[in-house]
């Protein structure tokens, strides 16, 4: 009998009415013979609401009571569906990760999965039972809570797929994977297959259903995902790897935006202290995405990076340590905008049809990142409306 | 070093503002050389609003589950305050049932504590920190979580103060303990201190701001409890044992009234069945309170007895398999009156004088059950107002 991990988000678990109804969906695949693990998130705005009272607090709440604080919402959401299921006659259980030891190590809020030991799950499946699990979270080795940060509960999903050999389904608000956001490009397609390294690309953009950490798990052990609406009978996506797929002779697969960055841009640096910043930054997990550098002169360059606005402050504070004040520009106003298709490893020439397309519309490239799969660039936010539809039209997307 | 527990209520939790300002308090407490340990309560009408939630999903929600949902109220305002504390510089760290090992035993939702493994405490407490504990709840012998129902958090405390060999310190809403509920007789006398069977007695009425099983505990292992209001600088009340009280010369310490409780009469039953009967009522983990037998008559008696509303439609079905339908009568509209007094035990006539009262004023006495400091009587909910004040008045409370 195969197992099936499902993963459900926040928002497909917002109201008990809601989680009801996934509760009839689970009771039903149980009798097509599959035993089943279910993956939740937090209830809706639950995790905004503990960030409300976090903040309320204090400015700087202390990260490990942060995670005491947020995992109790996936703990909340996971008692509920099993209670549901309870309800309806359908056998069920729910674990928190103290109960599967879902070893992490890593930062608080950063956390990265270990290990998880699936005794009790295989034994509760045994048992003819719906196993629910809480997402997003684990036990470090001091035994405390920890989360695992963004795109957590589809990692905790993905990694019970991989430890149970399983097939993992992650079940949302939307359809499937678009080539590109339809609710800022109305005309995006809907895709039936991606492969995980398109899918990789897009997922970092952050623009994505998914994110790029449950990816990268899946790809490493080859495990299929399917991202799909949860209750309904369309068909979503599936993320699969290449020898799967019918490769489509497409230049470009998607298109991202993302609005959660910020940049840093330091003027007259040091080149020698270049290593030694980006090694403070990566001290306290912060993730630094687009870097560019100028040529040195008179050992010193001029250097720009954008990281996650939630990171700013604290980036900034480092910055802070290695330049004058005078000399650091930040930019709060930027949109990552992004192209990705493994078809752009045999043709040349996507990044001057952009630059052209930009460049006809007066939008100013501020930084530009590439990857053999991928171009991304930091436009102002303002112009990203118009560069979305000049360049999903182009690319027929 | 003295090591203090000190416990705060759902009402001194309810907001973060609150917390604040518990988390002042208890850093200022600190400094005056003491060891502190925190157990918190859910805030404010947090458990009602999971029971809700509950009560949506299933009118007889799955009790394993509903105990992991109750459990995250007390892991929210744990590691709020504790947050709290660390914001102001007072270095603290909140631990949940998982990570002390609070052992229990019995059912969910009613668990008694076996066992806590204090070693982590000791540990956070000896490297200077302020360390918060998740109330009302511990971990089963499968290594589920599990509730201890009724005053739970009030018995964490009672039972941390045992183990580290503490003082115990109860916060809440009220400025100690009263002869009886100022809320009901404006003129009620605030108590300096009370003997622990007294306070028994009167917690048992379930009326009082403490819960019976804490303070057994607190009697059965010596430990003397504070009780007062939270954040304020008026005495409270000490709960300790007769050496260390002036005993008063008073024939009554308290009086009590509860509304929490129906009562179950039963006509024409067979009395071979009666410890059947109760063996299945308990095995529920049902608790029955008063309860009065006729004498047998052809082998058959009429019994009553009051159980908590709560537990009313789950002990009424078990009655049904005892009885005749039209022998079942059901009262939910009564209520316990109590007179509480270690004085009692030497002087006759408490309950000729209450009789008289009761008689003088037209009150019905349904239920009567006495001790040898206590005697309560069920009454008609109507009568509670009037018997409360001409009580009160004649026995000086």
Redesign the interface.
């Known amino acids: 009998m195969s197992i099936i991990v499902q993963k459900y988000g926040g928002s497909s678990v917002a109201s008990?009415e809601k989680?009801?109804s996934i509760a009839e969906n689970i009771a039903k695949r149980k009798k097509e013979n599959s035993k089943i693990v279910v993956v939740v998130s937090a209830m809706g705005k639950t995790t905004d609401q503990?960030i409300d009272?976090?903040k309320?607090?204090?400015d700087?709440?202390?990260k490990?009571?942060?995670d005491?604080?947020m995992?109790?919402g996936e703990?909340?959401s996971?008692?509920?569906l099993?209670?549901?299921l309870?309800?309806i006659g359908c056998d069920s259980?729910?674990y928190?990760a103290?109960?599967l030891d879902i070893k992490t190590s890593g930062l608080h809020g950063k956390s990265l999965i270990d290990d998880i030991n699936t005794e009790r799950i295989q034994k509760s499946l045994d048992e003819g039972k719906v196993v629910i699990v809480t997402g997003f979270q684990g036990i470090n080795t001091d035994?405390?809570?920890t989360t695992l940060g963004r795109g957590g509960s589809d990692t905790s999903a993905v990694a019970l797929a991989v430890k149970l050999n399983g097939k993992c389904e992650i079940y949302t608000d939307v359809d499937g994977i678009y080539s590109t956001d339809p609710r800022k490009y109305e005309m995006a397609k809907k895709l039936d297959e991606i492969e995980y390294e398109e899918m990789l690309e897009l997922a970092s953009l952050g623009a994505q259903v998914m994110h790029c950490r449950s990816v990268e798990l899946a790809q490493k052990y080859g495990v299929e995902i399917y991202v799909g609406r949860s209750c309904s009978n369309e068909t979503g996506t599936y993320i699969r790897g290449g020898n799967k797929m019918k490769l489509e002779d497409k230049v470009i697969t998607g298109l991202a935006t993302s609005d959660n960055d910020s940049s840093i841009t330091i003027k007259d640096f040091e080149s020698k202290y270049i290593s030694s910043l980006f090694e403070d930054i990566a001290t306290k997990g912060i993730s630094v995405d687009m870097i560019s550098q100028t040529a040195p002169l008179d050992g010193k360059v001029g250097v720009s990076f954008t990281v996650l606005k939630e990171d700013l402050d604290e980036c900034r504070k480092i910055v802070g340590d290695y330049s004058d004040e005078k000399n650091i520009i930040v930019d709060n106003n930027i949109t990552k905008f992004s192209l990705v298709g493994l078809g752009m490893k045999n043709t040349s020439g996507v990044a001057s049809k952009v630059f052209k397309i930009f460049n006809k519309n007066s939008i100013d490239v501020k930084l530009i990142t590439t990857s053999e799969i991928r171009i991304t660039c930091a436009i102002n936010s303002q112009d990203k409306m118009i560069a979305i539809n000049k360049i999903a039209k182009e690319f027929n997307l």
Chains 1, 2 share one sequence.
Do not use: F, W
């Open positions: 008990t989680i009801k503990y009272l976090a309320d607090i204090s700087n709440p202390d490990r009571e942060l005491v604080l995992s109790t703990m909340i996971a008692s509920l099993s209670m549901s309870n309800a259980i729910s928190s103290y109960q035994g405390d809570i």
